[in-house]
């Protein structure tokens, strides 16, 4: 059987609507994944997380800098408290079962606070000579490159040590949880990739695969990982 992935979705706070790009399901099927959407308090984060085989943190607004011991910035952006609630939980129930997570932007920087990381709210105020991180150009167009550590998992996942990425966001990775180690950089310093050797599969990375996979094969082979990692860890059993 095909493993469940779960995949997490916006939330439209004024609207009361839950949204996804339908590029992250796209990606998934053509992985090899069952997607389930998912969305939720935190009740049912901690109920759903048993019958997934492997998660999707999917890309957003900002997440509330309380959740790392600091106020909002003039910069900081929209944020979702209902969406923060229930990721941050399925976020670390993930991380302690072993559940196999690949997250995206957002998703990234929520690997990194929920586990005791911080983030930069603002790169243009905070890191006022980075490059352009917030992309002018469409979501299909490779903005700029990051270097990937020699040695590391997305290392034998892209098969490279250099990529071109697009990029879509104002803040990034400050300080990394407890066991993770950074496994990409912007040519400005700026995080684009975390992962954690010690849990079957948990990486992270600020761009977007979603919108390249059609045309880019590191893009499809990081989709293809998380499948294959949550299909040999249901194998065997968690």
């Given at each position: 059987m095909n493993p469940l992935i779960g995949i997490t979705c916006s939330i439209d706070e004024q609207a009361d609507r839950l949204q996804l790009n339908a590029a992250y399901l796209e990606a998934v099927e053509a992985a090899g994944g069952v997607p389930v959407l998912l969305a939720g308090g935190r009740e049912v984060a901690l109920e759903v997380i048993s019958r997934l085989d492997g998660i999707l943190f999917t890309g957003g607004v900002d997440l509330d800098p309380a959740y790392f011991g600091e106020d909002p910035l003039p910069g900081l952006g929209e944020v979702s408290p209902r969406r923060d609630l229930f990721e941050v939980e399925l976020c670390r129930t993930a991380h302690r079962l072993g559940v196999p997570s690949l997250g995206i932007c957002r998703g990234c920087q929520l690997m990194a606070i929920a586990l005791g990381g911080d983030v930069y709210q603002d790169i243009p105020s905070q890191l006022p000579n980075a490059l352009q991180h917030a992309q002018r150009g469409p979501r299909f167009h490779k903005s700029h490159g990051v270097t990937v550590t020699p040695g590391s998992r997305l290392a034998r996942i892209a098969?490279?040590?250099?990529?071109?990425?697009?990029?879509?966001?104002?803040?990034?990775?400050?300080?990394?949880?407890?066991?993770?180690?950074?496994?990409?950089?912007?040519?400005?310093?700026?995080?684009?990739?975390?992962?954690?050797?010690?849990?079957?599969?948990?990486?992270?990375?600020?761009?977007?695969?979603e919108g390249l996979w059609h045309e880019d094969e590191a893009s499809r082979a990081l989709f293809r990982s998380l499948v294959d990692a949550a299909r040999e860890v249901a194998s065997r059993g968690r």
């Open positions: 098969g490279t040590d250099g990529l071109r990425v697009n990029s879509f966001h104002h803040q990034s990775v400050r300080r990394l949880p407890q066991g993770a180690s950074v496994c990409a950089v912007a040519p400005d310093g700026v995080v684009e990739a975390f992962e954690d050797k010690s849990h079957p599969f948990w990486l992270g990375v600020q761009w977007h695969p």
